[in-house]
């Protein structure tokens, strides 16, 4: 994940951008795991890395299953858990689940279509004391529609984040850019600002699940360019402004090195506080400070690997799964640099992005390590 105005408000303080750039880099104590709990969902959207649908899924694990696991992860030093599914809001023992959660101290965050948040379920979402929701919106209502494969989907989950605001409940809009939708983002960005909302996370497509069967719309270099120079400069914009704004992208880390070429351009004397700051950030995490657990308890480097299990914390804790390094791929993730060729072994970034989104590559070539498709930057850009 790429904060990205969280770099533009450093930008915009010189003194705090050198500050941050001369602090020592801090070591996570443990992952962010993000949990698909329940796998049905009443949604089948066209980029689901899930494969979701709306049935019952056998085997995924029980309440006691789920706070065991929750127990030991909180051991393991996990700070922060996602609630994600499916559709998380299906599984009805998701609100004890929640509240178990909080009591052990993560902090919480739920992942949902929004779909289901009517006037009943605020309160109970509420009481939790999430400490951010996430509402996927793909675009203006018709375009919503089409990749929910839903009529009214857009007018329900703008409807559910609308509740959660006035609720006072910290919600953020995602977006996961592509040819079909890339049109919305400016319609989408001007719909944050009007609702008053607190964040937008721009994710790129990863091929994974019903993505990885849609991947040839995946958005052209052109316009993820586009999208970028949009999303810094309504950052830079409404920071100028004073105006509070939390923009975040997510699945392409070559967001930075573009960020990066940006600040050339613009404050070319912060340039080398803005590179020593990122290079802290250190670009992708899967497999590092990212995992997944999917619906049956089996442990992912990150959500879009289901088609790759590390073990199964039925079998063992998250714990010794997330540590072990026997695994090729594990070893390879947590190998710093990454063992990347093609135009990521070359990329005079690589500090930076870390190798980008392995998923892709494994897609496309069937070579975890081979250059990921999704780089957008031209070859001038990574110095090649």
Same mark, same amino acid.
């Given at each position: 994940?790429?904060?990205?105005?969280?770099?533009?408000?450093?930008?915009?303080?010189?003194?705090?951008? #050198?500050?941050?750039?001369?602090?020592?880099?801090?070591?996570?104590?443990?992952?962010?795991?993000?949990?698909?709990?329940?796998?049905?969902?009443?949604?089948?959207? #066209?980029?689901?890395?899930?494969?979701?649908?709306?049935?019952?899924?056998?085997?995924?694990?029980?309440? #006691? !299953?789920?706070? +065991?696991?929750?127990?030991?992860?909180?051991?393991?030093?996990?700070?922060?858990?996602?609630?994600?599914?499916?559709?998380?809001?299906?599984?009805?023992?998701?609100?004890?689940?929640?509240?178990? +959660?909080?009591?052990?101290?993560?902090?919480?965050?739920?992942?949902?279509?929004?779909?289901?948040?009517?006037?009943?379920?605020? +309160?109970?979402? +509420? #009481?939790?004391?999430?400490?951010?929701?996430?509402?996927?919106?793909?675009?203006?209502?018709?375009?919503?529609?089409?990749?929910?494969?839903?009529?009214?989907?857009?007018?329900?989950?703008?409807?559910?984040?609308?509740?959660?605001? !006035?609720?006072?409940?910290?919600?953020?809009?995602?977006?996961?850019?592509?040819?079909?939708?890339?049109?919305?983002?400016?319609?989408?960005?001007?719909?944050?600002?009007?609702?008053?909302?607190?964040?937008?996370?721009?994710?790129?497509?990863?091929?994974?699940?019903?993505?990885?069967?849609?991947?040839?719309?995946?958005?052209?270099?052109?316009?993820?360019?586009?999208?970028?120079?949009?999303?810094? !400069?309504?950052?830079?914009?409404?920071?100028?402004?004073?105006?509070?704004?939390?923009?975040?992208?997510?699945?392409?880390?070559?967001?930075?090195?573009?960020?990066?070429?940006?600040?050339?351009?613009?404050?070319?004397?912060?340039?080398?506080?803005?590179?020593?700051?990122?290079?802290?950030?250190?670009?992708?995490?899967?497999?590092?400070?990212?995992?997944?657990?999917?619906?049956?308890?089996?442990?992912?480097?990150?959500?879009?690997?289901?088609?790759?299990?590390?073990?199964?914390?039925?079998?063992?804790?998250?714990?010794?799964?997330?540590?072990?390094?026997?695994?090729?791929?594990?070893?390879?993730?947590?190998?710093?640099?990454?063992?990347?060729?093609?135009?990521?072994?070359?990329?005079?970034?690589?500090?930076?992005?870390?190798?980008?989104?392995?998923?892709?590559?494994?897609?496309?070539?069937?070579?975890?390590?081979?250059?990921?498709?999704?780089?957008?930057?031209?070859?001038?850009?990574?110095?090649?």
């Amino acid at each position: 994940m790429f904060r990205l105005s969280r770099y533009l408000h450093l930008l915009a303080d010189p003194e705090r951008l #050198a500050q941050a750039a001369a602090a020592p880099p801090v070591t996570p104590t443990g992952p962010v795991v993000i949990w698909n709990l329940i796998r049905r969902c009443n949604l089948t959207c #066209a980029h689901c890395y899930s494969t979701s649908a709306d049935k019952d899924f056998a085997g995924e694990l029980t309440t #006691a !299953e789920v706070k +065991a696991v929750m127990a030991d992860l909180r051991a393991f030093g996990v700070p922060v858990l996602i609630l994600s599914g499916g559709e998380p809001l299906m599984r009805p023992d998701i609100f004890e689940l929640a509240h178990h +959660a909080k009591s052990l101290g993560f902090y919480l965050a739920l992942s949902t279509n929004g779909t289901l948040i009517g006037a009943d379920q605020v +309160a109970p979402i +509420a #009481a939790v004391g999430f400490d951010y929701l996430g509402i996927s919106l793909d675009g203006l209502a018709e375009t919503h529609d089409r990749f929910r494969r839903r009529q009214g989907a857009f007018q329900a989950s703008l409807q559910g984040l609308r509740l959660c605001h !006035e609720a006072g409940l910290k919600v953020g809009m995602r977006f996961t850019l592509c040819q079909d939708n890339a049109q919305d983002l400016p319609a989408l960005l001007d719909l944050m600002s009007e609702e008053g909302i607190d964040k937008f996370y721009l994710s790129h497509l990863n091929y994974a699940g019903r993505g990885n069967k849609h991947r040839e719309r995946d958005a052209y270099a052109s316009m993820t360019r586009a999208a970028m120079d949009l999303l810094i !400069e309504t950052g830079w914009s409404r920071i100028q402004r004073g105006q509070a704004v939390e923009l975040v992208t997510g699945n392409n880390d070559a967001d930075g090195v573009y960020l990066l070429h940006w600040a050339e351009r613009h404050f070319p004397e912060r340039l080398e506080d803005l590179r020593r700051v990122l290079v802290k950030w250190g670009g992708n995490a899967s497999g590092q400070h990212i995992a997944n657990i999917d619906n049956l308890g089996q442990v992912h480097p990150d959500s879009f690997w289901w088609n790759y299990p590390l073990g199964n914390v039925r079998d063992r804790p998250f714990s010794a799964i997330w540590e072990d390094r026997t695994d090729p791929l594990m070893a390879g993730l947590k190998q710093r640099p990454r063992p990347v060729g093609g135009r990521c072994g070359t990329c005079a970034h690589l500090a930076i992005c870390n190798g980008n989104t392995r998923t892709r590559a494994y897609q496309v070539t069937g070579d975890p390590w081979a250059e990921d498709p999704g780089c957008y930057l031209t070859d001038a850009e990574i110095g090649s």
